[in-house]
C-alpha cells in the first residue's frame, strides 16, 4: 500500500522557538493532505486541509498565523509550529488521498511534540 | 450532523471472543464508512471500509455491518487476539477528494488470555 512519512517523529523545543515537521507521500502523488492533531486517548481532531499550490484550509478555532503549513508539491506538506507553548504539546498526524484516485486515505506514523 | 458517534469507550473481550464496535452519524451525505486501528505512538491504519451500497464486508475476521436506514455500522473482530489489543476509531466522508474525514471518539480494545 502507499506509504506517508513523517519527519521527526519525536521533537523537544523551547518554549518560543519554532518547529517545523514534514508529511511526504512516497509513493504516490497527493493534491490534498491533512493535518490533525491528538492529545492523550483522544480521537484525531483535524486542523487544516492543505491543497498543492495554494493556501491551507483551516478549521475553526486553529490559529493559522501560528500553525503554518505549506504544500509546495504534490509528495511533501509542512507544518510549522511558531512561538511553540507547553501547550501546543501533542502528537501530530499528516494523511493524504492518492491524486489517482481511490477512497483510501493514508496515514502518517505521527510526530510527538514536547514543548518544555 | 457532522458527528459521527461510537460506543463503546472501552472494551475487554476474551482470547477467541468477538469484539463488536458501533458507530451512529447523522450526514447523509456520508458515503465512505472507515475503520481505523492505532497502536500507541503510531498513526492509525486503515482496517476496513464500506460504502453504503452493501450491507457487509468482510475481510479475513474483520467483519463491517452497514444499515443504512439506521445510520448506523459497526466492527465485528471474529476470534479477537492479543494482538488486536488497541484503539479503534469509525468515520465518516463525503464525496469529493478534499472531503474530510469525520472521526468517532474511539475505542480502546483490550483482548485478554
Known amino acids: 500500500g502507499a506509504v506517508v512519512s513523517q519527519h521527526p517523529s519525536r521533537v523537544i523545543c523551547k518554549s518560543g522557538t519554532s518547529v517545523k515537521i514534514e508529511c511526504r507521500s512516497l509513493?504516490?502523488?497527493?493534491?490534498?493532505m491533512f493535518w490533525y492533531r491528538q492529545f492523550p486517548k483522544q480521537s484525531l481532531m483535524l486542523m487544516a486541509t492543505?491543497?498543492?499550490?495554494?493556501?491551507?484550509?483551516?478549521e475553526q478555532g486553529v490559529e493559522k498565523d501560528k500553525f503554518l503549513i505549506n504544500h509546495a508539491s504534490l509528495t511533501l506538506s509542512t507544518l510549522t509550529v511558531t512561538s511553540a507553548h507547553p501547550e501546543d504539546s501533542s502528537f501530530y498526524i499528516c494523511?493524504?488521498?492518492?491524486?489517482?484516485?481511490?477512497?483510501?486515505?493514508?496515514f502518517g506514523p505521527g510526530t510527538r511534540l514536547t514543548v518544555t | 450532523q457532522q458527528q459521527v458517534k461510537q460506543s463503546p469507550q472501552s472494551l475487554i473481550v476474551q482470547k477467541g471472543g468477538i469484539s463488536i464496535i458501533n458507530c451512529a452519524y447523522e450526514?447523509?451525505?456520508?458515503?465512505?464508512f472507515p475503520w481505523y486501528q492505532q497502536f500507541p505512538g503510531k498513526g492509525p491504519a486503515l482496517l476496513i471500509a464500506?460504502?453504503?451500497?452493501?450491507s457487509e464486508k468482510k475481510e479475513g475476521r474483520f467483519t463491517i455491518s452497514f444499515n443504512k436506514s439506521a445510520k448506523q455500522f459497526s466492527l465485528h473482530i471474529m476470534d479477537s487476539q492479543p494482538g488486536d489489543s488497541a484503539t479503534y476509531f469509525c468515520?465518516?466522508?463525503?464525496?469529493?477528494?478534499?472531503?474530510?474525514?469525520?472521526f468517532g471518539t474511539g475505542t480502546r480494545l483490550q483482548v485478554t488470555l
Open positions: 494523511s493524504a488521498r492518492d491524486l489517482a484516485g481511490g477512497d483510501e486515505q493514508y
Open positions: 450526514n447523509t451525505a456520508f458515503d465512505y
Open positions: 464500506i460504502r453504503p451500497d452493501v
Open positions: 492543505s491543497n498543492e499550490g495554494s493556501k491551507a484550509t483551516y
Open positions: 468515520a465518516a466522508r463525503g464525496a469529493g477528494t478534499a472531503s474530510k474525514l469525520t
Open positions: 509513493d504516490f502523488q497527493a493534491t490534498t
